[in-house]
């Protein structure tokens, strides 16, 4: 189609954009407007995965400035033009020709200095890609995106690569009036196409899709839960390894085996982990990389199709630590006849290790026992008592007490064996197992439980099984100190 009549739309800079607030720009609809040939969705994907450009990526938070419109377009309407339209709200009235997302149009006849405005809707919130593509050699220009926030339009993005290379800008908007607002910098009679692509299949992590915009992780070891809208559709993360420490990355493509593929950014280049299409569904990576930042990414597997129903789980972070630690301490002494003796140790695990599992004695006292009264107590970090046990022989005791470290222990033994009245040596070894409780999957179930009961830390999912089919889930099961892998033993 054919606009005849040359149109201008003024625009009055209201903050700083590379002319001054004076200064007005002209809008020019003389040119030729078409959707492409066979226009869809695909059409732009399949340029974007050739594409030799980084997107511009804007986060909710980045910052813009605004464009105010001058009044005498608030009234002004060009959606009667025979193109094709989004649902506009009914109340509002675009400064610009509405034109459909989803969709690639070709605009011809560009000239040098020429500015051309078209106005689109989001109607819920979307991840967004807005490009300006097929740019020949000779043309060069800007892409901005701006949107209308209660009569004012502001610039989310601006893209202006140099030269002929495509400019792309990847965004979450939200429901709302936006506009593409392209700046021909050079151009003769050119032909350019332009679109913008939504997706509402986005995961929580986006927009990570290039390298400058990778997502941080933090901590001692991250879970990620994502997924990929489409073909094009890349996720970027990074982490910083904690000195002196080797890094696991681990992807679990459970959901979808061999949908994605794993890669690890090494000295400036990327290396594949893994490709998918192998038979195992989970794939580690470990190197001593201590103290250095490590970027990851996952990337769809261009031989599959990509459903954005199913997600990946990727664990970066250092290597995990072990699931439980024992901790030992020894008491020993003499205790002559009507003598008592007390003795106490603090057992402090390594940050982490919170849940108290069991707890072995292994006791040695010389002749009989007949007269010796012995006690083991153990007091939790508010120094409240949480188990009585009488001590002077071997036993274990499982505990599973969650959150009592660092634990002290009180240990108390009396001598009042008339029949054997010698002073009695005694050693108590006592040895308390702490389980790792950091739970990488929030499921309720922490790593040694998973870990010693077989189930899977990186997968919530089996929060809800019944292992042993006794009518009990595992997590009932956690909380109630009972094994999950025996029907006998339940709440």
């Not at 040119?31 to 909710?60: E, F, G």
């Not at 419109?69 to 709200?89: D, G, M």
Request: charged share 15%; with cysteine.
């Amino acid at each position: 189609m054919m606009y005849r009549n040359k149109m201008l739309i003024t625009l009055c800079i209201a903050s700083s954009l590379s002319v001054s607030a004076a200064n007005a720009l002209e809008v020019d609809l003389n040119d030729s407007l078409s959707p492409a040939v066979s226009p869809n969705y695909s059409d732009i994907k399949t340029i974007l995965v050739n594409s030799d450009t980084d997107p511009v990526v804007v986060t909710p938070s980045a910052k813009a400035f605004k464009l105010r419109a001058s009044k005498s377009l608030s009234t002004r309407s060009l959606s009667t033009e025979s193109v094709a339209t989004n649902a506009v709200t009914a109340t509002y009235t675009p400064l610009c020709t509405t034109l459909s997302t989803n969709l690639v149009y070709t605009l011809n006849g560009t000239q040098t200095g020429g500015t051309y405005c078209y106005h689109f809707n989001i109607s819920q919130r979307a991840k967004t890609t807005t490009v300006l593509l097929s740019q020949g050699v000779g043309t060069d220009f800007t892409l901005n995106l701006l949107q209308d926030i209660n009569g004012t339009l502001y610039t989310i993005a601006t893209s202006n690569n140099a030269d002929n290379i495509n400019e792309i800008i990847k965004t979450m908007t939200n429901p709302g009036e936006y506009y593409w607002y392209m700046e021909a910098n050079s151009a003769t009679n050119a032909t350019i196409q332009f679109g913008a692509v939504e997706s509402i299949n986005f995961d929580t992590y986006e927009v990570n899709d290039a390298s400058n915009v990778s997502t941080l992780l933090t901590g001692e070891r991250n879970f990620v839960m994502g997924n990929h809208e489409d073909g094009n559709d890349i996720d970027y993360f990074h982490y910083q390894l904690p000195l002196d420490d080797s890094i696991d990355i681990k992807l679990n493509d459970m959901e979808s085996p061999g949908q994605w593929i794993l890669e690890l950014n090494l000295n400036g280049i990327w290396q594949t982990l893994t490709t998918g299409n192998i038979s195992s569904n989970y794939h580690t990576y470990t190197n001593q990389l201590a103290g250095t930042v490590v970027q990851v990414r996952v990337k769809p597997n261009p031989s599959l199709v990509q459903d954005p129903t199913k997600n990946y789980r990727l664990t970066v972070g250092a290597s995990q630590k072990a699931a439980q630690v024992r901790l030992m301490h020894r008491f020993s002494g003499s205790v002559s006849l009507q003598q008592r003796v007390n003795q106490q140790a603090t057992l402090s695990p390594p940050s982490g290790y919170d849940d108290l599992i069991n707890m072995v004695d292994i006791s040695s006292l010389n002749g009989s026992s007949s007269g010796i009264n012995c006690d083991l107590d153990l007091l939790d970090k508010s120094n409240r008592r949480f188990e009585a046990n009488k001590c002077g022989y071997s036993y274990q005791d499982n505990l599973n007490s969650k959150s009592v470290s660092p634990v002290t222990l009180k240990y108390s033994i009396y001598h009042a064996d008339f029949a054997d009245q010698s002073t009695r040596q005694f050693n108590d070894n006592i040895t308390l197992n702490f389980g790792l409780s950091q739970d990488l999957d929030k499921d309720g179930l922490p790593y040694w439980f998973e870990e010693k009961y077989g189930t899977n830390d990186e997968h919530p999912n089996d929060v809800n099984s019944d292992n042993d089919s006794d009518g009990h889930s595992n997590l009932a099961e956690y909380n109630a100190n009972t094994d999950p892998a025996d029907p006998n033993s339940h709440p």
